[in-house]
């Protein structure tokens, strides 16, 4: 599966949930990918506020397939389905909460979440701020992610300092 087949189905998806006015965000790998920190990402990872969780997971329904819960122990997120949509999988989170060291964090989403948009084949995109997924990797221990992102800021640091200087 190409990089544009992934894109494109994501176009498909956003097209119906700006339609439905949902609240959502892309999170994870896919939000890294955006933020040019990655290359790459296999899945797309969509938070929605809780609120609208039952209407996203109708309408991917229409989409794709649902998958069979997995769940993990990790992790006690109200509401997580997979899916997959065109060979595809896609991953929904309303109520996102990590266990580390038996502690439960929540990692709330709402609109206030959503911190900018990317455009994919005409359809707008909200993204999650890339600080809170260094949180969230931090907390599920994937340190390789943390440092990604500790680099990614590092620079986005020493230009905006370059660019205050000139």
Not at 90 to 103: C, S
């Amino acid at each position: 599966m190409t990089t544009d087949d992934k894109l494109a189905t994501l176009a498909r998806i956003a097209r119906r949930l700006n339609a439905a006015n949902l609240t959502w965000g892309i999170g994870a790998s896919l939000l890294l990918y955006f933020k040019g920190i990655t290359d790459d990402f296999n899945d797309i990872d969509i938070m929605v506020a809780p609120q609208d969780a039952e209407a996203l997971r109708r309408i991917l329904c229409e989409l794709g397939k649902l998958q069979p819960p997995n769940p993990k122990a990790q992790y006690r997120t109200e509401r997580f389905y997979e899916f997959v949509i065109d060979g595809v999988d896609v991953d929904v989170m309303a109520g996102f909460a990590i266990v580390k060291d038996g502690v439960t964090y929540d990692c709330p989403f709402d609109a206030a979440s959503v911190r900018e948009y990317v455009e994919v084949n005409g359809e707008r995109i909200p993204l999650q701020a890339v600080s809170d997924w260094r949180r969230y990797y931090a907390l599920m221990g994937r340190e390789a992610k943390v440092q990604m992102i500790d680099r990614w800021m590092a620079g986005a640091d020493r230009a905006m300092s370059g660019a205050e200087g000139a």
